[in-house]
């Protein structure tokens, strides 16, 4: 007897808490957000790099857009420990469920790929793992020890989940000295408990200024989607919240709905609102803005953190010298 797989099952072993969601309709994107299918030389050496170390991308796992024009530049974003997550944020299109033990080997394979790649910015991240007593921080620790070690050069850019309930573990993983601490606010507070259930508005907000505390020279990073039904005067507050907590970087991207049974879109943000909300945030004094329909947290992360560097080090050169006249 044959067996059927309908594409309704498919997508509730992907995700089973999305199950018994109702659908919708997944809009058809405006101009503005299509691209290339991806396909090119490099886009294909990157791919083989990355199946032959036995890494699992973010990239592929959430059906990024971008993915055809990062991996030609040998640029893609490590996914740790594993491709399953322990949360089931609506948003999002990585599976869900229970995952499997750490692999202790995994921070010498990711290490051992950025050198292949010759990377001279990498951007890590993982799935939620509130499975682990420490969130599993030990192990993004042993991955940037890695990365530093095999790889002396490169400059290191993590994006973290909240280690929500997990005390110290966002201390472990700023000792380790990562250039960049990256963890997405995703939202604005009034939509958490719709698209972000099992996070904290506040809580996250607090890892951020957190990182500052610690370590001053840390740059930190966040990020919002647009198009989910918020309103400018929120993300405008998110501004301010975040440059409360000393977040130098921020970005702003369009949400994509990844499957009929995700959050729906509520509309699509058009190309010109984008370039005004980055005027906005300029204004409010973040060290760096990226703000247009495709913008990820991990997108063009290398050039970005040049700039990133270039503006701390331009604003500390002109900064008033203690003790000059006004
Ligand atoms: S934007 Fe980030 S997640 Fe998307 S393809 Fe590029 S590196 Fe990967």
Redesign the pocket.
Known sequence: MATVINTLDARALRHPEKANRPETPVLRKPDWLRVKAPGSAGYLETRNIVKSHGLV???EE?G????G???TQK???MMIMGEVCTRACAFCNVRTGLPDALDGSEPDRVAHAVREMGLAHV?ITSVDRDDLPDGGAEHFAAVIRAIRREAPLATIEILTPDFLRKEGAAEVVIDARPDVFNHNLETVPRLYLRIRPGARYYHSLRLLERVKERDPGQFTKSGVMVGLGETKEEVMQVMDDMRSAGVDFITIGQYLQPTRRHAAIDRFVEPDEFKALETIARAKGFLMVSASPLT????H?GADFARLRAAREAQLRDAPTAGTAA
């Open positions: 991308t973010v990239c959430a990024c857009p971008n993915i024009e990062c991996w640029h893609a974003t951007v990820r947290s991990s997108h992360a």
